[in-house]
């Protein structure tokens, strides 16, 4: 499996109802269903994963991300998972909201703006970085909202939104020492944990 | 039936006949002393009966979904794209069954059969008969074919809502639930259509209260305009422009008269041919039954209970311009399906071609079909 989604499922309790927006072909919810009995369900609107999800047995649901949440039910599942999507939707804020209005918990991943190959790139050649993770030229991109670690984690205090785990990587999905002591330098991936603001 | 026709199509098939001879109470509470079911089947059934599929047909569907009756016919079954060899309903691996069902005028027991009491046919006095009615038909059609359970019971529009009611009344029975543009319920422009189509029949002179028969004639008008104001219904604003546009058929519009569109022309041709094929006591009772069909409403509107007792998989396939049976309805049976913790995968097919689409062999839509029923053989010869 993907290591990312690997991080992921390590963070599900087994016999969870599982949301996971952008599920892709399905590998995270067929995994989590065959090795934690785990109920899920993905969203996804690419028409040849959706086939994929459909020969797997996943439960795939074809919805568009940006046309909201507003189908599922408040506290309707344990845990919404969001895989390097966030930084892709069209209103990042609302969507967090929506996460943990539909869910107790939510996962959310994203890559960081802010490591030192983006501000190095930045920095030394004056345009806007493109590397393996963030491809895409500023025209063309899909990713519309990205922030780094620390940006992301101002949102959440804004939000009163609670950051229960954190786990960030760096591209090969590996977890360093000098990671942890400088995530929004030398770190690729970011992996949140979130609850629902504390009263 | 051309050479490549024949590779994949299930070939010449012959109509069966199940009898049941108890007296069957409706829904309504009336009582058919006995009726009898028209079908047809194609496959094979595996040793332990665990690889059938019941296919429900629509409004004016019938037994005959796939292949020939003989080999002078023009045209296959109604779904003869999706049923056969190498097709997303495979019949090297399924055993698939067609009724026609109860009320209907194909050969099954409808308003063209005669009634017992009297020596006469039913008629306008067939009893109103429901989806649920149909369902519990079928189930002794299953019985009688020594079938305990369907792997997949499968249905677009009307015939979807069977599919549906099935899941919820033999839960038993039924492995998965296909339902493809398909509602929990009509909507009142929906109705509304309906509406206009009886009305077409009932105000046609030939109508003579549904006795039009005993009187030597047929409502042909009637049946005719229903048929063209359904028609209209079933395609898509986009679609009848790609496929009519404003193109003449004969006439000069130039003269400003006696013109005649290519839509105007092809909407008399298919009037005029099903009020042919078409007995519209049949019509009227298959409509009604479309409008009432509401399995929330014995459940205080609360689809989401009525779906709580069942157990299948299910699968939910709309259509991006169908109108008549929007996406928006698919999705409040899948969001339903959800809240119920059913396995369900949900998907909108992009197509122009409105509610017409599920009969037609559109890649994507047939891509979904048959990944679905390849999971499903995989699972159930895993089983047996």
């Known amino acids: 499996m993907r290591a990312d989604l690997t991080i992921i499922a390590d963070l599900v309790n087994p016999g969870a109802r599982v949301l996971d927006l952008g599920c892709g072909d399905g590998e995270l919810l067929a995994h989590l269903r065959d090795n934690k009995s785990v109920n899920g369900y993905g969203l996804e609107i690419d028409p040849v994963k959706i086939t994929t999800c459909v020969k797997n047995g996943v439960n795939v649901i074809e919805q568009n991300l940006d046309a909201g949440l507003a189908n599922f039910p408040d506290d309707s599942f344990d845990m919404v998972v969001m895989t390097e999507t966030l930084q892709s939707v069209r209103a990042p804020v609302e969507m967090l909201r929506e996460m943990l209005r539909i869910g107790r918990e939510c996962i959310v991943t994203f890559p960081n703006f802010g490591h030192w190959r983006c501000r190095l790139y930045l920095t030394a050649r004056g345009r806007m970085p493109v590397s393996e993770h963030l491809p895409h030229s500023w025209f063309d991109t899909p990713n519309i909202h990205l922030c780094t670690f620390l940006d992301f984690e101002r949102l959440c205090q804004d939000l009163e939104l609670n950051i229960i785990e954190r786990f960030v990587v760096d591209a090969d999905h590996a977890n360093r020492p000098l990671i942890n002591r400088f995530p929004n330098f030398f770190g690729t991936f970011a992996f949140y944990r979130l609850g629902r603001p504390e009263r | ?384």
């Open chain 2, 1 to 384: 039936m051309s050479q490549t026709a024949a590779d994949t199509s299930v070939g010449i098939v012959e109509p069966q006949l199940f009898r049941h001879p108890a007296s069957f109470l409706l829904q309504c509470g009336e009582a058919l002393p006995g009726f009898e079911l028209v079908y047809e089947t194609y496959g094979t059934p595996d040793a332990a009966m665990s690889n059938a599929v019941l296919v429900c047909h629509a409004l004016s569907g019938n037994h005959h979904a796939a292949g020939y009756h003989s080999g002078s016919d023009e045209r296959p079954g109604w779904w003869d794209a999706c049923i056969g060899p190498g097709k997303p309903i495979d019949t090297n691996r399924f055993f698939v069954v067609c009724p026609n069902n109860l009320g209907g005028c194909h050969g099954s027991t409808g308003p063209l059969s005669i009634n017992p009491d009297t020596g006469e046919p039913y008629g306008p006095d067939f009893p109103k008969v429901t989806v649920r009615d149909w369902v519990r038909a079928q189930v002794l059609l299953a019985d009688h074919l020594g079938i305990r359970r369907f792997a997949a019971v499968v249905g677009g529009s009307l015939g979807g809502m069977q599919a549906m009611q099935w899941a919820i009344d033999e839960p038993d029975r039924i492995g998965a639930a296909v339902l493809i543009a398909a509602a929990a319920k009509l909507s009142a422009q929906n109705i509304a259509f309906n509406e206009i189509a009886r009305q077409a029949i009932l105000s046609d002179p030939q109508f003579h209260g549904g006795h039009y028969r005993s009187r030597g004639t047929n409502p042909d008008l009637g049946l005719m305009l229903a048929r063209m104001v359904g028609h209209v219904t079933y395609l898509s604003d986009d679609g009848m422009r790609r496929k009519f546009g404003r193109e003449i058929k004969s006439g000069d519009i130039r003269l400003g008269r006696d013109v005649q569109f290519q839509v105007e022309s092809y909407l008399h041709y298919q009037g005029r041919s099903f009020s042919k094929r078409f007995d519209a006591n049949t019509y009227l009772l298959m409509t009604y039954a479309l409008d009432y069909f509401d399995p929330a409403a014995e459940y205080d509107d609360d689809l989401v209970a009525a779906l709580s007792g069942t157990r299948c998989d299910f699968c939910i396939i709309s259509f991006s311009s169908d109108w008549r049976f929007s996406a928006a309805r698919s999705k409040e049976i899948s969001d339903a399906l959800i809240t119920a913790r059913r396995n369900v995968v949900s998907c909108v097919i992009e197509s122009d071609q409105g509610h017409d689409a599920f009969l037609l062999p559109i890649p994507r839509y047939f891509d979904v079909l048959g990944g679905y029923f390849d999971r499903l053989a995989r699972e159930t010869t895993g089983a047996s």
